[in-house]
């Protein structure tokens, strides 16, 4: 259940106030302290990943003010809602990861349609999802990963992954989707507990996104199988991808996206996306985010909500083939 939070009057737009201030808001924005909410805590990949973005984007706005809100809750919808019912003045924005995609799947209740109560602005960055092995698990290819487990008795492995309803665990879905393989499923609070159990030798693999893992895998205290990526990333160019391991169809990462209220000028969140197009653009920036893990993208407004149309439909699909339930 979304949690439900009394909006302070001034973040609310009233029909009679909404045109002026998006005539202002292109021509002036920000000439005021711009709120860009996450809904997440302080220090997750997702928070550092939209405060990367921002330290990016005050120089080239000379004078501007960004204030994070970490307003953790719901899968992130706490603060989802909140900028969904702001003023569509470019006052209020959302800094989110693709579960987003996920939340209309996995919620019975949902305060908001994340197809059309959020306006996409930029996805600006992505980080592959993962399959990684305890260094001691037999298996050093997807191929014989498969076979191996074929030979275990059902649901005698398991994996290990970050949540329910998370891109990771949706990951190892594909996976089982395409090899009908049967594994059980222990979910963690955080992806940093899920690396850390298969470091420690208490689960033989962990699905994570390659930001979360790529120390560890550096370190050789886990090793990499395949990236659910189109191609092989720049950060572990010896990992090969699911597609090149004879499963095309397993494709799945961590993005991260700014939002902005529904009725947003179209103008300015171009504008706003154009910048972000500029940060990402950065050699110094693309740098500080490959320490991350991530990896640039720039999906302007149409183009990431298009992607955000796909991901909702696909992931109900794939959600009901697991035999996941809403909550």
């Given at each position: 259940m979304i949690a439900r939070r009394t909006l302070l009057a001034a973040t609310l737009a009233t029909p009679a106030l909404a045109k002026p201030a998006l005539a202002q808001s292109n021509t002036e924005w920000p000439d005021?302290?711009?709120?860009?909410?996450?809904?997440?805590?302080?220090?997750?990949?997702?928070d550092v990943a939209t405060r990367l973005l921002l330290e990016g984007l005050r120089p080239r706005l000379p004078g501007s003010v960004f204030v994070?809100?970490?307003?953790?809750?719901?899968?992130?919808?706490?603060?989802?809602?909140?900028?969904?019912?702001?003023?569509?003045?470019?006052?209020?924005?959302?800094?989110?990861?693709?579960?987003?995609?996920?939340?209309?799947s996995m919620m019975k209740t949902q305060q908001i349609d994340v197809l059309k109560d959020l306006a996409p602005i930029n996805l600006f960055a992505t980080s592959p999802n993962v399959l990684v092995v305890h260094p001691d698990f037999p298996a050093r290819t997807v191929a014989e990963f498969v076979a191996h487990v074929k030979a275990k008795p059902k649901d005698e492995l398991a994996y290990a992954h970050s949540g329910i309803g998370t891109t990771v665990q949706l990951m190892m879905g594909m996976v089982t989707q395409a090899t009908g393989l049967s594994l059980r499923d222990i979910p963690y609070r955080s992806s940093s507990e899920s690396i850390a159990a298969c470091v420690a030798g208490q689960v033989p693999m962990v699905a994570s996104s390659t930001n979360s893992a790529l120390s560890f895998i550096q370190a050789g205290q886990v090793r990499a199988l395949a990236l659910a990526s189109p191609r092989r990333s720049s950060f572990l160019p010896d990992v090969p991808t699911f597609a090149e391991s004879g499963l095309p169809s397993v494709l799945s990462d961590t993005w991260f996206g700014l939002f902005a209220p529904p009725a947003t000028d179209p103008a300015l969140v171009q504008r706003i996306s154009t910048l972000c197009d500029q940060v990402m653009a950065d050699p110094a920036m693309r740098q500080r985010f490959a320490l991350l893990g991530a990896e640039p993208v720039g999906l302007g407004p149409a183009a990431f909500a298009a992607?955000?149309?796909?991901?909702?439909?696909?992931f109900r699909t794939l959600t009901r083939q697991m035999g996941l339930q809403p909550e």
């Open positions: 005021r302290p711009v709120r860009i909410l996450i809904g997440f805590g302080a220090g997750g990949v997702s994070v809100e970490n307003r953790s809750g719901a899968s992130g919808m706490v603060a989802a809602a909140l900028v969904a019912r702001a003023a569509p003045d470019g006052y209020a924005l959302l800094g989110a990861p693709g579960t987003i995609a996920i939340v209309p992607l955000m149309a796909r991901e909702v439909a696909s």
